[in-house]
T-cell receptor
């Protein structure tokens, strides 16, 4: 199994631009999680899906952030417009019910 | 609400020495507890987890942790550190009664472990 796949691995953009991060979960996993990791705030859960349906988006920082899961094998996290304070590493993870979360390698986002 | 406190953002040990990484949690219900490891420029990997049953849990790479309810702790140990153990370690807690996913995790801030030759 290839594990959780995230793209791009690195993204550098300018303030005000739209950023789209992508995730392909492990096949057969029903749960998908998006996390953000920063030095100041550590690892934070942004949103998670169950069977492609968003269950809890209470961690999404503001309306500039949106996430979708159009099918079981693909999810996106979009930031529009991006700001320098959005610079972080964004992780996607997936799991099957009652089992551990498997993390992707992350996308390092830098907003200039 | 749940929370996790990892005492010591940075721990340094000599190769062959005992590794002890501390984790205390706060939870209104009996929690599930986890330790994850993150190597540079990689995602997190599960080391071990406690859900129910035996309170001493053994994980990969020779690590183990003991759930102590009276102390609300879940400290991670390894008898003899190896250079390859150098990484960042995260303790996490989840609420098994959460109606969504009983693996919705709240993470501590992490402890960076360095191993000196």
């Amino acid at each position: 199994d290839a594990g959780v796949i995230q793209s791009p691995r690195h993204e550098v953009t300018e303030m005000g631009q739209e950023v789209t991060l992508r995730c392909k979960p492990i096949s057969g996993h029903d749960y998908l999680f998006w996390y953000r990791q920063t030095m100041m705030r550590g690892l934070e859960l942004l949103i998670y899906f169950n069977n492609n349906v968003p269950i809890d988006d209470s961690g999404m920082p503001e309306d500039r952030f949106s996430a979708k899961m159009p099918n079981a094998s693909f999810s996106t996290l979009k930031i529009q417009p991006s700001e320098p304070r959005d610079s972080a590493v964004y992780f996607c993870a997936s799991s099957s019910p009652y089992n551990e979360q498997f993390f992707g390698p992350g996308t390092r986002l830098t907003v200039l | 609400a749940q929370s996790v406190t990892q005492l010591g953002s940075h721990v340094s040990v000599s190769e062959g020495a005992l590794v002890l990484l501390r984790c205390n949690y706060s939870s209104s219900v009996p929690p599930y507890l986890f330790w994850y490891v993150q190597y540079p420029n990689q995602g997190l990997q599960l080391l071990l987890k406690y859900t129910t049953g035996a309170t001493l849990v053994k994980g990969i790479n020779g690590f183990e942790a003991e759930f102590k309810k009276s102390e609300t702790s879940f400290h991670l140990t390894k008898p003899s550190a190896h250079m390859s153990d150098a990484a960042e370690y995260f303790c996490a807690v989840s609420d098994p009664t959460d109606g969504g996913s009983n693996y919705k995790l709240t993470f501590g801030k992490g402890t960076l472990l360095t191993v000196n030759p």
